[in-house]
Nanobody, 120 residues
């Protein structure tokens, strides 16, 4: 499975962005897909995940500002009220499981990442 993440960019604090993650194969629609992010000098952290039936799970600190959704083999991450601390490279990944999960070790396929920069 190959993943293509897009939609990143530069936005002012308080603004919004929508990231997209498109899988190369329809197979990914039977698996959970997650978004993670990594800031400079920090470990990769979980953002959100969506299972094949549409159930979702979010990082507690981001719930309410971020929303994950899926349509066929594309998964979206809507990010609102962005803050400078949201600046990071955002990665999408396909899980071995069909159930949404925050556990990084479940994710077998990773996209190349898309840069999100939020200016103050």
């Amino acid at each position: 499975v190959q993943l293509q993440a897009s939609g990143g960019g530069l936005v002012q604090a308080g603004g919004s962005l929508r990231l997209s993650c498109t899988a190369s194969r329809r197979t990914a629609s039977n698996n959970a897909v997650g978004w993670f992010r990594q800031s400079l000098g920090k470990e990769r952290e979980f953002v959100a995940s969506i299972g094949w039936k549409g159930a979702t799970t979010y990082s507690d600190s981001l719930k309410g500002r971020f929303a994950i959704s899926r349509d066929m083999n594309t998964v979206y991450l809507q990010m609102d009220t962005l803050k400078p601390e949201d600046t990071a490279v955002y990665y999408c990944a396909v899980s071995r499981s069909s159930v949404a999960t925050s556990r990084l070790e479940y994710y077998a396929y990773w996209g190349q990442g898309t840069q999100v920069t939020v200016s103050s």
